[in-house]
């Protein structure tokens, strides 16, 4: 589905799809319910062109034989002021078909009946069976013959394996009508001749309405895999209405301790994870890799994940999926297992996993030229789930058979890490301490932290701190799954890495302050060691891990430097850095002073399961974190600064 002011044009992407400006067009775009199954509330509120737009998607009685789902478009009111001077608005309706890399002998057909718009997929393969979709509208409360309603019509021969970059073949269709008949005072598709000239070539076709602003209207679309009986209009509101209730009950049922908080914060934590859930995406291709003869890299393969933004970063990141999983594998453990075995699908002969996985042309439009490097880990946060499902009591079995079938894949990924991101990379005897290893070292990618400050002057990281308590974690994960698998030799040697990299981690403390930080080295020299002088996130995994030890110093420390004005506490939770660091809110200021979710997360997680008998650390727990930033129409992803603008040292 997109939209447009239907009496001008200036460039392709005033036409509304994917609305990649939406914040800077104050564009509202919004989940009010995704259930992950069967259903899916979404609406739209565009004051430029004074529309107000709700859309529903359906599946009915869907079984393995056959597919039914319906997809619901309803233009309302638009209230509050609209910043718009058009008096018609156009929406079309796009049928794709996609191939991928594999062709195939499928095509579209379009019949207008009175009441109905049909699109077919055909086959010239006589085996398959035709498929179906019934278009049919009422406008301002009544039901519209279609020679009734104003539209527009149009089937293309295109790529099938292109067929995702839908927004310019539609507005060169518009802008070739327009020279062909200026004086129309509507944008109008391209008379549709493809049908009669080619018409098994039709892979796409553009259904076209028009709509007075001030109109309301329903649009209906109904697919069947296999029937075109029922396709036509009917009253959905009741299923509907089932379908919203079902979802609350079931979200109710899934985070049970929302419903201790005000209603407000209730609907903010729902609003959340419907959008998380809207932003569940299947991509299928291959990488753009350093490394291009890499099998991961060549090969296409397909990748179920929740990204982090529909707009602005709408492709997997590894170390962002396993902070989404921990709610989605909540919400629903097949698509949950499912997710993360592509993850593990995507593993190298070496153990490399991309930490960034863009497949195909349609993702990597939205950055081109994004290349992953064989040399960058990531933080193996996929774990924080997988722990989750296998020590759930009420777990089904088919965690244990995952955990068993993708061991080997753990491993290889484990190995990889061990030898790839350790500190005896460069300067020897550093075994059991690790560093992140990237191109350059001003900005690390591979942390997950992108441009978090690792250096000081001439001096760069030796060993860190955050790769170092990811490893402990990492081990000891290993450790259980080995140890209950049976395999007591893997067992044995996931022991030794756990202990011996826990040993090693105390001497990233820094005794003049009690607080554990990266060890740099000077570049030139190799020889003077210093601990980095940039306090933030990094100096605070100990704690969020559970590794400092209750009653220690290093715990009263760490716990003071949170809790402190001067340092990263803020109103809105823990800063990333300093506020008195140098780098504080410079360059992209990325990680460099915005508030993280996914950090604040592990913090409070850490003082809950490992500090809740520790006065200080309850609370720092239980205090209150302002609210004021939720009447913004956006909510952040677990990645992005939960206040719209950098929590500067004034303000």
Same mark, same amino acid.
Request: aromatic share 14%; charged share 20%.
């Given at each position: 589905?997109?939209?447009?002011?239907?009496?001008?044009?200036?460039?392709?992407?005033?036409?509304?799809?994917?609305?990649?400006?939406?914040?800077?067009?104050?564009?509202?775009?919004?989940?009010?319910?995704?259930?992950?199954?069967?259903?899916?509330?979404?609406?739209?509120?565009?004051?430029?062109?004074?529309?107000?737009?709700?859309?529903?998607?359906?599946?009915?009685?869907?079984?393995?034989?056959?597919?039914?789902?319906?997809?619901?478009?309803?233009?309302?009111?638009?209230?509050?002021?609209?910043?718009?001077?058009?008096?018609?608005?156009?929406?079309?309706?796009?049928?794709?078909?996609?191939?991928?890399?594999?062709?195939?002998?499928?095509?579209?057909?379009?019949?207008?009946?009175?009441?109905?718009?049909?699109?077919?997929?055909?086959?010239?393969?006589?085996?398959?069976?035709?498929?179906?979709?019934?278009?049919?509208?009422?406008?301002?409360?009544?039901?519209?013959?279609?020679?009734?309603?104003?539209?527009?019509?149009?089937? #293309? *021969?295109?790529?099938? /394996?292109?067929?995702?970059? &839908?927004? %310019?073949?539609?507005?060169? $269709?518009? =802008?070739?009508?327009?020279?062909?008949?200026?004086?129309?005072?509507?944008?109008?598709?391209?008379?549709?001749?493809?049908?009669?000239?080619?018409?098994?070539?039709?892979?796409?076709?553009?259904?076209?309405?028009? #709509? *007075?602003?001030?109109? /309301?209207?329903?649009?209906? &679309?109904? %697919?069947?895999?296999?029937? $075109?009986? =029922?396709?036509?209009?009917?009253?959905?509101?009741?299923?509907?209405?089932?379908?919203?209730?079902?979802?609350?009950?079931?979200?109710?049922?899934?985070?049970?301790?929302?419903?201790?908080?005000?209603?407000?914060?209730?609907?903010?934590?729902?609003?959340?994870?419907?959008?998380?859930?809207?932003?569940?995406?299947?991509?299928?291709?291959?990488?753009?890799?350093?490394?291009?003869?890499?099998?991961?890299?060549?090969?296409?393969?397909?990748?179920?994940?929740?990204?982090?933004?529909?707009?602005?970063?709408?492709?997997?990141?590894?170390?962002?999926?396993?902070?989404?999983?921990?709610?989605?594998?909540?919400?629903?453990?097949?698509?949950?297992?499912?997710?993360?075995?592509?993850?593990?699908?995507?593993?190298?002969?070496?153990?490399?996993?991309?930490?960034?996985?863009?497949?195909?042309?349609?993702?990597?439009?939205?950055?081109?030229?994004?290349?992953?490097?064989?040399?960058?880990?990531?933080?193996?946060?996929?774990?924080?789930?997988?722990?989750?499902?296998?020590?759930?009591?009420?777990?089904?079995?088919?965690?244990?058979?995952?955990?068993?079938?993708?061991?080997?894949?753990?491993?290889?990924?484990?190995?990889?890490?061990?030898?790839?991101?350790?500190?005896?990379?460069?300067?020897?005897?550093?075994?059991?301490?690790?560093?992140?290893?990237?191109?350059?070292?001003?900005?690390?990618?591979?942390?997950?932290?992108?441009?978090?400050?690792?250096?000081?002057?001439?001096?760069?990281?030796?060993?860190?701190?955050?790769?170092?308590?990811?490893?402990?974690?990492?081990?000891?994960?290993?450790?259980?799954?080995?140890?209950?698998?049976?395999?007591?030799?893997?067992?044995?040697?996931?022991?030794?890495?756990?202990?011996?990299?826990?040993?090693?981690?105390?001497?990233?403390?820094?005794?003049?302050?009690?607080?554990?930080?990266?060890?740099?080295?000077?570049?030139?020299?190799?020889?003077?060691?210093?601990?980095?002088?940039?306090?933030?996130?990094?100096?605070?995994?100990?704690?969020?891990?559970?590794?400092?030890?209750?009653?220690?110093?290093?715990?009263?420390?760490?716990?003071?430097?949170?809790?402190?004005?001067?340092?990263?506490?803020?109103?809105?939770?823990?800063?990333?850095?300093?506020?008195?660091?140098?780098?504080?809110?410079?360059?992209?200021?990325?990680?460099?002073?915005?508030?993280?979710?996914?950090?604040?997360?592990?913090?409070?997680?850490?003082?809950?399961?490992?500090?809740?008998?520790?006065?200080?650390?309850?609370?720092?727990?239980?205090?209150?974190?302002?609210?004021?930033?939720?009447?913004?129409?956006?909510?952040?992803?677990?990645?992005?600064?939960?206040?719209?603008?950098?929590?500067?040292?004034?303000?």
């Amino acid at each position: 589905l997109m939209y447009l002011n239907a009496e001008e044009l200036q460039k392709p992407e005033d036409i509304r799809y994917k609305i990649r400006n939406r914040p800077s067009e104050n564009i509202l775009y919004n989940f009010n319910y995704h259930n992950l199954n069967n259903f899916a509330e979404h609406i739209t509120r565009d004051p430029n062109l004074a529309l107000s737009m709700t859309n529903h998607f359906a599946k009915i009685n869907a079984t393995n034989e056959q597919q039914r789902w319906i997809s619901r478009t309803l233009l309302n009111k638009f209230d509050g002021q609209p910043n718009n001077t058009n008096n018609q608005n156009s929406l079309i309706l796009i049928f794709n078909l996609e191939s991928f890399d594999k062709p195939d002998a499928k095509y579209l057909e379009i019949k207008e009946e009175e009441n109905l718009i049909v699109v077919t997929i055909q086959s010239e393969d006589a085996s398959k069976k035709p498929e179906y979709f019934g278009i049919s509208l009422s406008v301002n409360g009544v039901s519209k013959k279609i020679s009734e309603v104003d539209h527009q019509i149009q089937g #293309f *021969a295109s790529n099938k /394996t292109k067929n995702w970059n &839908v927004l %310019y073949t539609v507005a060169d $269709s518009l =802008n070739a009508a327009k020279a062909k008949t200026p004086e129309s005072k509507l944008l109008r598709l391209d008379t549709n001749e493809e049908f009669q000239k080619n018409p098994k070539n039709v892979s796409q076709i553009a259904v076209q309405f028009f #709509f *007075a602003v001030q109109d /309301t209207a329903e649009i209906q &679309v109904v %697919y069947d895999s296999s029937s $075109s009986e =029922n396709l036509g209009f009917s009253d959905l509101t009741p299923l509907i209405n089932k379908l919203r209730e079902q979802t609350d009950t079931y979200y109710k049922t899934v985070f049970p301790n929302n419903k201790q908080l005000p209603e407000r914060y209730q609907k903010c934590a729902a609003s959340a994870f419907y959008n998380l859930a809207g932003g569940l995406q299947y991509n299928y291709g291959d990488l753009l890799c350093n490394v291009p003869e890499s099998k991961t890299c060549k090969s296409k393969k397909g990748m179920l994940s929740f990204t982090p933004s529909r707009f602005g970063f709408p492709r997997p990141f590894l170390w962002d999926e396993g902070f989404h999983l921990l709610l989605g594998c909540r919400w629903n453990e097949d698509i949950c297992l499912t997710s993360i075995a592509n993850w593990l699908d995507t593993i190298d002969d070496n153990g490399w996993i991309p930490r960034e996985q863009p497949r195909g042309e349609e993702l990597r439009n939205y950055i081109p030229g994004l290349v992953e490097n064989n040399n960058e880990g990531n933080p193996p946060s996929l774990f924080f789930p997988l722990l989750y499902l296998y020590k759930k009591t009420e777990s089904s079995g088919k965690v244990n058979i995952f955990i068993e079938q993708y061991y080997q894949s753990f491993k290889k990924w484990y190995y990889w890490f061990y030898r790839t991101q350790n500190a005896n990379k460069r300067s020897g005897g550093y075994a059991d301490r690790f560093k992140w290893w990237g191109p350059i070292e001003e900005i690390n990618l591979g942390s997950g932290m992108d441009d978090y400050p690792r250096f000081n002057g001439t001096s760069v990281s030796e060993v860190n701190i955050d790769a170092q308590v990811w490893m402990i974690f990492w081990s000891d994960a290993m450790r259980l799954f080995s140890g209950d698998l049976g395999r007591q030799a893997d067992k044995i040697f996931f022991n030794q890495r756990f202990q011996n990299t826990l040993k090693n981690m105390a001497e990233l403390l820094d005794k003049s302050d009690l607080l554990y930080k990266d060890l740099l080295v000077d570049e030139e020299t190799r020889k003077q060691h210093t601990f980095s002088q940039h306090f933030g996130y990094i100096n605070l995994f100990p704690l969020a891990f559970g590794l400092l030890p209750k009653g220690s110093a290093e715990l009263n420390a760490t716990l003071d430097f949170i809790y402190n004005n001067d340092t990263i506490w803020s109103e809105y939770g823990l800063r990333s850095l300093h506020i008195h660091d140098e780098f504080y809110g410079v360059g992209s200021n990325y990680w460099r002073g915005p508030v993280w979710v996914g950090i604040n997360y592990l913090v409070l997680k850490g003082l809950k399961l490992h500090y809740s008998d520790v006065p200080e650390a309850v609370k720092i727990y239980t205090e209150p974190v302002s609210y004021t930033h939720l009447t913004l129409p956006t909510i952040y992803s677990v990645q992005i600064s939960v206040v719209a603008v950098s929590l500067k040292k004034k303000n």
